[in-house]
C-alpha cells in the first residue's frame, strides 16, 4: 500500500521560510514525478512545483516561482519544498503527491497518490 505522509505544517511568520517534506512508501519512488500542490480556502488546488524522478528537471508553478524549491532524495523517498519569503497569501493546504511520467505535471487529475495535506498558516 502507498502511503505519502507529509510533515507538520502550523503558522508562519510572514517574510520567513518553511520546508516541508514528503516520505513515500509502497513504491518505487525514484520511478516517480513528484509534484506539490496547495488549495487555499474557497479555491482551486493548484499545481506548485514538479520534480522528476532523477530529479534532473523542474518544472514551476505560477504562484511562487522565485521563492520556492523542490528538491529530492531518492535514497530517502523524501521530496522537499522549500519557500521563502512566505506572504499571508500562501495560507493553504499543502500536498505532495506522486505520478508515473512527467506529462502534464500541473494537472492534479494526472497523478496517481496523494500526501494527507499540510496547514499552513501565514501571520502578517
Known amino acids: 500500500q502507498v502511503h505519502l505522509v507529509q510533515s507538520e505544517g502550523g503558522l508562519m511568520q510572514a517574510g520567513g521560510s518553511l520546508r516541508l517534506s514528503c516520505t513515500a512508501s509502497?513504491?518505487?519512488?525514484?520511478?516517480?514525478?513528484m509534484g506539490w500542490f496547495r488549495q487555499a480556502p474557497g479555491k482551486e488546488r493548484e499545481f506548485v512545483l514538479g520534480?522528476?524522478?532523477?530529479?534532473?528537471?523542474?518544472y514551476y508553478g505560477d504562484s511562487m516561482k522565485g521563492r520556492s524549491t523542490i528538491s529530492r532524495d531518492n535514497a530517502k523517498n523524501i521530496v522537499y519544498l522549500q519557500i521563502d519569503s512566505l506572504k499571508p497569501e500562501d495560507a493553504a493546504v499543502y500536498y505532495c503527491?506522486?505520478?508515473?511520467?512527467?506529462?502534464?505535471?500541473?494537472?492534479?487529475?494526472?497523478?496517481?497518490?496523494w500526501g494527507q495535506g499540510t496547514w499552513v498558516t501565514v501571520s502578517s
Open positions: 503527491a506522486a505520478k508515473v511520467g512527467s506529462l502534464e505535471p500541473k494537472d492534479r487529475n494526472t497523478y496517481n497518490f
Open positions: 520534480i522528476d524522478h532523477l530529479g534532473s528537471s523542474i
Open positions: 509502497g513504491l518505487t519512488f525514484s520511478l516517480y514525478f
